[in-house]
């Protein structure tokens, strides 16, 4: 009940297209979801992140989705580039705790 | 200000030997974080330091790892003694609160032969 499930592992875009990565969890105690984005040889950085009071929450090119119903989050990367190139990691956490709980990635690769 | 402050970047030992990864957290931040990051487990926290204090090290694997903050800048994992296995990215991260951003540093990549 503790995890949180992301997919695809991988993917693959072309400079200007949608990148869409996404998880689903199963604790419905969960109300922080944030995203980190994590380039090679340096540490996860918070990209974006989303309470369920909303359902959209938009940062420049970058959108996360929420449907509570079906406790599943979705990252959307409008115009990718290829400085998007990076891992994606998604977590969600409990707002009484400190415990992030991580998806286990989606390594992006734009093409120019 | 100069970010989560990890040392060393990379660490190559022998099997055996005592490994002590370091961290400076960002001033200011009370809640201070040691992380692994594997390619089979991906990330996961070690062990959570409130005020210095630690509160949950629930997921520390074993009892050659062990982790102190003797003071509000500074933390320290050591494993002891290291084995293959222990192979991974190990990132420290910061939070002013335990329940705020968490400020990653860049991580210490450690190789046991």
């Known amino acids: 009940q503790q995890q949180v499930k992301q997919s695809p592992q991988s993917l693959i875009v072309q400079k200007g297209g949608i990148s869409i990565i996404n998880c689903a969890y199963e604790?419905?105690?969960?109300?922080?979801f944030p995203w980190y984005q994590q380039f090679p040889g340096k540490g996860p950085a918070l990209l974006i992140a989303?309470?369920?009071?909303?359902s959209e929450k938009k940062e420049g090119r970058f959108t996360i989705s929420f449907n509570k119903s079906a406790k599943q989050f979705s990252l959307h990367i409008m115009d990718s580039q290829p400085g998007d190139s990076a891992t994606y990691f998604c977590a969600a956490m409990k707002d009484s705790s400190y415990k992030l709980i991580f998806g286990s990635g989606t390594r992006l690769l734009v093409r120019p | 200000d100069a970010g989560v402050i990890q040392s060393p970047r990379h660490e190559v030992t022998e099997m055996g030997q005592e490994v002590t990864l370091r961290c400076k957290p960002i001033?200011?931040?009370?809640?201070l974080f040691w992380y692994r990051q594997t390619m089979m487990r991906g990330l996961e926290l070690l062990i959570y330091?409130?005020?210095?204090?630690?509160?949950?090290d629930s997921g520390m694997p074993e009892d050659r790892f062990s982790a102190k903050m003797p003071n509000a800048s500074f933390s320290t994992l050591k494993i002891q003694p290291s084995e293959p296995r222990d192979s991974a990215v190990y990132f420290c991260?910061?939070?002013?609160?335990?329940?705020?951003?968490?400020?990653f540093g860049a991580g210490t990549r450690l190789s046991v032969l």
């Open positions: 991260a910061s939070s002013r609160q335990a329940k705020n951003i968490q400020y």
């Open positions: 604790n419905t105690a969960f109300d922080y």
């Open positions: 001033s200011g931040h009370n809640s």
């Open positions: 330091f409130n005020n210095n204090v630690p509160i949950d």
């Open positions: 989303i309470r369920p009071d909303v």
